[in-house]
């Protein structure tokens, strides 16, 4: 059984910085696409990075200010968030079991943590 746990989130001010982990059991692929994706009140979620082995990729909005990255037997995937804003704030989501890389779309994942949520206040 495949599950995922997030940790990490919590309430920061703008500019702030946070670091999510997410803890992966049960899935044994040593070749996994990982993602991070996120959803705000009122909105639909959206992919923010994707990592595959050495590869990154980020969406636009969080390019040069978040750093996705992962353990070297792929049991954890983290996010590093740096220059955080206020429309940073959602729930954040890790996922993995991705069909394709790059990709942010959450119909290309099958497996997906419970969320944390990330609070950014100005």
């Known amino acids: 059984q495949v599950q995922l746990m997030e940790s990490g989130g919590g309430s920061v001010q703008a500019g702030g910085s946070l670091r999510l982990s997410c803890a992966v059991s049960?899935?044994?692929?040593?070749?996994?696409?990982m993602g991070w994706f996120r959803q705000a009140p009122g909105k639909e979620r959206e992919g923010i990075a994707c990592?595959?082995?050495?590869?990154?990729y980020y969406r636009d909005s969080v390019k040069g200010r978040f750093t996705i990255s992962q353990n070297k037997t792929n049991t954890t995937v983290y996010i590093e968030m740096n220059s955080l804003k206020p429309e940073d704030t959602a729930m954040y989501y890790c996922?993995?079991?991705?069909?394709?890389?790059?990709?942010?779309?959450?119909?290309?994942?099958?497996?997906w943590g419970q969320g944390t949520q990330v609070t950014v206040s100005s």
């Open positions: 996922a993995v079991g991705g069909r394709r890389y790059p990709s942010l779309r959450e119909d290309d994942y099958r497996y």
């Open positions: 049960g899935y044994t692929s040593n070749r996994a696409i």
């Open positions: 990592i595959f082995g050495q590869n990154t």
